[in-house]
């Protein structure tokens, strides 16, 4: 019987890659995790999941595999390895869905509870001309913060925690055919609730007439009912931009290009209108708590509770007794494993020392009794 073959995964699981197969860009860029805690959370928050990797690519794992036996340090321990610079988990109790994001590896943690949230199937299934595409996702979002002005700690933590998760854009070398979408956060001056949005970025040549626009853009239009191009050009309703139902004519949208990007008629130095398309997923953020260190520090702020000076200084002399016992634990945890091992040693070596004696022992009976007889 011959030897099985190996399969493809197999095979190039085998493969080594080049010392310098990442670039030096892709080792600065932030890289964020998303993943599940706790034991069940339901298919809704497991397909929300699925979208906010899809947010975060590329800079992300769309693929990562969690089990129940996977704890939180596991994946600290090897966010150094694999560049990651910030952990999003997702949790749901009866009361309601949370949304933590951890700042790799010393902190803080910044706990959110989703008020409302809405997939990226859901949003698209209503648009009427929707925008998507696989290379959308090749490039990082652009961030998009309003509202943040605030000079409270929290908000500048907040807004200090998202600018971070996103890479960082240099305005001036920047190529403008990257830019392909946007997350959007905004903060509620009343309530404090933070709507998150993630759009499409689609960039349209403008003040040129509807049919200039189809020709310019590749779409061979149906000219059997004209007898010259220029009637096709010139004919009633087509020097308008009545055909786009997002904003009509609105000037605040049309930009002027700094220079030529890849899709048909956007040239340097010309006009062109930006047109945003919601691809999902939508949520309602409401900030709980922010944590000091990963998830077991001290509360820097929160929401709901509020402590006198008394109960802060208290409730820092309890958690610097509970460190250091713990310390003292781990501590005594190692002095006992050590104990066993060297007495392990010890066994085993004079265990193999009467062994040896035995043999020798046996040895010396044996040429005894050959030499009586």
Known sequence: MGRKQRGRAARNARRKLPPNFESEEVKRAPHVLVFKRGVTVGNNVKELIKDMRRVMEPFTAPNLKVSRKNALKDFIAISGHFHVTHLMTFSKTQLSTYMRLIRVPRGPTLNFRIRRFTHSRDIVSALKHPQTFPKQFEYAPLLVMNGFQDDSIHIKLIATMFQNMFPSINVTNVDLSTIKRCVLLSLDPVNGFIEFRHY?????????????????????????????????????????????????????????????????????????????????????????????????????????????????????????????????????????????????????????????????????DNNDNDSDE
């Open 200 to 364: 499409n970025i689609k960039i349209v040549p403008s003040g040129i007439s509807r049919a200039a626009k189809k020709l310019l853009q590749g779409k061979v239009p149906d000219l059997s009912r004209f007898n010259d191009i220029s009637d096709f050009m010139y004919r009633e309703g087509n020097a308008s931009e009545s055909e786009d139902e997002s904003t009509g004519n609105n000037d605040e949208n049309e930009v002027i290009l700094s220079q030529q990007l890849r899709s048909r008629g956007n040239l340097k130095a010309n006009q062109s209108a930006i047109r945003l398309t919601e691809i999902g997923p939508r949520m309602t953020l409401e900030l709980v708590k922010i944590e000091e260190g990963l998830c077991d520090g001290e509360v820097l702020y929160h929401t709901h509770i509020s402590k006198t000076p008394e109960e802060i200084t208290e409730l820092r002399k309890r958690n610097t007794e509970k460190k250091r016992l713990k310390e003292q634990r781990k501590r005594e945890q190692e002095e006992n494993v050590k104990r066993k091992q060297d007495k392990k040693k010890t066994t085993q070596k004079s265990s193999s020392k009467q062994n040896d004696e035995n043999m020798i022992e046996s040895s010396s």
